[in-house]
């Protein structure tokens, strides 16, 4: 497996393809062709008031689209997966996972507010499986979070 902390200098493709999109979303021009595949495959958790990503992918604006700034706090890459973590306040905690084939995004996974578990289920022995990646919230001890694990 292929897991890479966003402390470390990565070399790693599928990283720089998704910090260049953050990158791109967060200038006036959002220019974003030649990142994202075309039939992206886009699943979210979370309240329904939070489609801000997909809302800067598709174009459509809102106030609060338009306020919210995605500013990713950490990267880590497993396999073919980038996962992107950030949090604004106490109020706000996400979670983006976004899958690459040759360098290009493919699918996306946006969670708000939520405990996040990654999994490689990919063994036959299930029961041993490995956890690979876990999410860092800063305010746990405030309030919980509905957990949810996410298989490889």
Same mark, same amino acid.
């Given at each position: 497996m292929d897991v890479i902390n966003n402390n470390v200098k990565s070399s790693?493709?599928?990283?720089?393809?998704? !910090?260049?999109?953050?990158?791109?979303?967060? *200038? !006036?021009?959002?220019?974003?062709s030649g990142l994202i595949a075309s039939d992206l495959e886009w699943w979210f958790h979370g309240p329904q008031n939070c489609h801000h $990503? $997909?809302? $800067?992918?598709?174009?459509?604006?809102?106030t609060c689209s338009e306020d919210f700034?995605?500013?990713? !706090? *950490?990267?880590?890459?497993?396999?073919?997966?980038?996962?992107?973590?950030?949090?604004?306040?106490? #109020?706000?905690?996400?979670?983006?996972v976004w899958?690459?084939?040759?360098?290009?995004?493919? #699918?996306? !996974?946006?969670?708000?507010?939520?405990?996040?578990?990654v999994w490689d289920l990919k063994p036959l022995n299930c029961f041993r499986s490995a956890t690979l990646w876990q999410s860092h919230p800063t305010d746990l001890a405030k309030r919980s979070f509905p957990g949810l694990m996410l298989p490889i």
């Open positions: 790693n493709p599928n990283i720089t393809t998704v !910090r260049n999109l953050y990158t791109a979303l967060g *200038s !006036r021009e959002r220019e974003i $990503m $997909m809302k $800067m992918l598709t174009g459509g604006t809102t700034k995605f500013e990713p !706090r *950490s990267v880590d890459a497993i396999d073919d997966c980038v996962i992107v973590e950030g949090w604004e306040g106490a #109020q706000v905690y996400w979670v983006h899958t690459l084939k040759d360098g290009v995004i493919t #699918q996306f !996974r946006e969670y708000f507010n939520t405990w996040l578990t």
